[in-house]
T-cell receptor, first 118, second 113 residues
Framework: AQKVTQAQTEISVVEKEDVTLDCVYE???????LFWYKQPPSGELVFLIR??????QNEISGRYSWNFQKSTSSFNFTITASQVVDSAVYFC???????????????FGTGTLLAVQP | NAGVTQTPKFRILKIGQSMTLQCTQD?????MYWYRQDPGMGLKLIYY???????DKGEVPNGYNVSRSTTEDFPLRLELAAPSQTSVYFC????????????FGPGTRLLVL
């Protein structure tokens, strides 16, 4: 069964602190895709990153970085030098390629609410 | 490019009423999806479509219907609104499959009283 767990319900940091949001996933497929989305207080969902299961290189984009470790089934997201504008709910999501029972869906975790205090 | 647009932004319904949530995308995407987001939860798939004329159920389809007559439009219909359908509804689209990046609309907040 496919599942995404974001154990951190809420995190509060002070501006300029680094913060890591955890994401642990479960899948039986060898080919799958992992995503992070940001949902700011305005409510829309903003795509951040997509990673396939064969690419374990860490990704960095400005203050954002992602650490993908297949050995621990984790896809963690780090914000360096956090800013107030980073305050949002962050969702991790998983999509299997379809072996062993095709699934046409994106499975979301329950999200982590990040509050960055000035 | 407007991306994915949804109307209305907010609606209050009485129990038993019906309504249609509109979704349009201008990216020529083949796949379209409807999700609902309940407080403190992630998104759950209601229905999806792999192309015009083809739709299928997701995880939580009960109480909803969809149609896909064009590539651009994917309306979601609530026939007999119930309080359990109070939620935020998101429409999304992707070019070729759920493994591609899904782009989301701004959402429709629905309150059923």
């Amino acid at each position: 069964a496919q599942k995404v767990t974001q154990a951190q319900t809420e995190i509060s940091v002070v501006e300029k602190e680094d913060v890591t949001l955890d994401c642990v996933y479960e899948t039986r497929d060898t080919t799958y895709y992992l995503f992070w989305y940001k949902q700011p207080p305005s409510g829309e969902l903003v795509f951040l990153i997509r990673r396939n299961s064969f690419d374990e290189q860490n990704e960095i984009s400005g203050r954002y970085s992602w650490n993908f470790q297949k050995s621990t089934s984790s896809f963690n997201f780090t914000i360096t030098a956090s800013q107030v504008v980073d305050s949002a709910v962050y969702f991790c999501a998983l999509s299997e390629a379809g072996y062993g029972g095709a699934t046409n869906k994106l499975i979301f975790g329950t999200g982590t609410l990040l509050a960055v205090q000035p | 490019n407007a991306g994915v647009t949804q109307t209305p932004k907010f609606r209050i319904l009485k129990i038993g009423q019906s309504m249609t949530l509109q979704c349009t995308q201008d990216m020529n995407h083949n796949y379209m999806y409807w999700y609902r987001q309940d407080p403190g939860m992630g998104l759950k798939l209601i229905y999806y479509s792999v192309g015009a004329g083809i739709t299928d159920k997701g995880e939580v389809p009960n109480g909803y219907n969809v149609s896909r007559s064009t590539t651009e439009d994917f309306p979601l219909r609530l026939e007999l609104a119930a309080p359990s359908q109070t939620s935020v509804y998101f429409c999304a689209s992707s070019y070729s499959s759920p493994q591609e990046t899904q782009y989301f609309g701004p959402g429709t907040r629905l309150l059923v009283l």
